[in-house]
């Protein structure tokens, strides 16, 4: 096993769903990576992960090559930042709902303690579903759908589908806050909707050259200025060109 294997924390296969309205039973939502000690998995501050993780292949393409991160998929002949990435957008895929909006994040309702994820014993759940989180996970999408597109066909594929699924929810409802829920996971609040749609826009735009697109692009870029830097909750410099 690599140096940085540990047993496994929660499975997340079966989680019952809380803060979105309408929506009933359980969602498997297993994989990902955790946030930080609360143990949640939040959709926002992956996408910006995803995109540093999908922009640096985009750049540098032969930066990582199979095996030099020594994780469990090295040897599989694909080089390992885009298996580390793929780890966390099959994740966010699972987070994707069936009329396409992407719930908010999963943890628990109260905080375990510092102790390991073998040793946590809250009952955790699948919060809410949100403007910023569908936005978000249609930009990583439509992001992968470009970089895997040699890589992996089906799942280039199958990210475009789900970008144009989860930028029409999001049309649909334009202003879903993120959960209320803060017990035990932070809270991770949207910053400004515009600039997501802009990052999404762009995104969209890049992977499928549809007129849509383009024309919300023009329509928000005016709205949305340039800025020192782009962190989880303003990604408007996401969708500038890079």
């Not at 806050?177 to 826009?201: C, H, K, M, Q, V």
Request: net charge neutral.
């Amino acid at each position: 096993l690599p140096i940085w294997a540990r047993r496994a924390g929660h499975p997340d296969t079966a989680l019952p769903v809380e803060e979105a309205p309408g929506v009933r039973g359980r969602r498997d939502v297993h994989g990902g990576w955790y946030d930080a000690g609360d143990y949640g998995k939040y959709v926002l501050t992956a996408g910006i992960a995803l995109c540093h993780l999908l922009s640096i292949q985009e750049t540098w393409p032969g930066a990582f090559p199979d095996g030099s991160l020594s994780i469990p998929e090295s040897g599989n002949g694909v080089g390992d930042l885009l298996d580390e990435a793929h780890w966390e957008i099959a994740w966010v895929a699972r987070m994707q709902d069936r009329d396409g909006g992407v719930f908010f994040k999963v943890g628990p309702k109260s905080w375990d303690g510092a102790v390991l994820p073998e040793q946590s014993t809250q009952p955790r759940f699948v919060f809410g579903k949100s403007t910023a989180s569908t936005l978000y996970a249609a930009a990583v999408f439509a992001q992968a759908s470009r970089v895997y597109a040699k890589v992996d066909p089906a799942f280039a594929r199958d990210c475009r589908t789900r970008a144009e699924r989860a930028w029409k929810w999001a049309s649909r409802n334009p202003s879903i806050p993120s959960p209320n829920n803060a017990g035990g996971t932070g809270i991770y609040p949207e910053g400004p909707l515009d600039e997501a749609r802009l990052w999404a826009a762009s995104e969209l735009w890049l992977a499928t050259a549809a007129k849509p697109y383009r024309e919300a692009l023009s329509r928000l870029a005016p709205r949305v200025p340039f800025k020192s830097h782009a962190w989880w909750q303003d990604v408007g410099n996401l969708g500038w060109p890079r």
